[in-house]
């Protein structure tokens, strides 16, 4: 049997549009044997962390970091990154962009996760965001997702609290 060009065009659009009325529809109520909800966990620790400024004669404004850090506390291990900083200003504005790549264990599970970093400062007053990038975990990382506040004491001392989801080991 031949088919001309437009009946399967809207053959096609009629099997997209009835898919994704069925993707559209609530998802069935639970059952006990569905896994539940990942549960929010806390890691907390200092840490220590060496910044490296790289020559760059074209950044024209924008600065490049090399980041090393140790990790100490729930997390125990290194990280190794790049910071991207620009737009600071006498007024104490600017931003910053930055990348680590964190190895060794999470409360006892090993692994590897990225960190994603973006900062603001508007007149000295700072916003920081820092996220697990999705699907970077590694080994018993793997599945990882979270978010992680930095806190600086007057004394320059630098610790962190991330708070994390894991899936239940096998």
Known sequence: MKRNHGSLIAAGIIGFILTGSILAQPPAPSS????????????????????????????????????????????????????????????????YVAIEKFTGTLNGRSG??????????????PELTILVAPDSGTGQLSGISGKMTINIAADGKHSYDLEYTLPATP
């Open 32 to 95: 006990p044997s569905q896994k539940e909800a990942p549960m929010i966990n806390h890691a907390t620790g200092p840490f220590d962390v060496k910044m490296h400024p790289q020559e760059d004669k074209d950044a024209d404004g924008i600065s490049r970091l090399l980041l090393d850090k140790q990790y100490h506390g729930d997390l125990e291990g290194t990280a190794k990154g790049q910071m991207l900083t620009g737009g600071m200003s006498a007024d104490k504005s600017g931003a």
């Open 112 to 125: 590897t996760f990225v960190l994603h970093h973006t900062g603001i400062m508007t007149r000295g007053k």
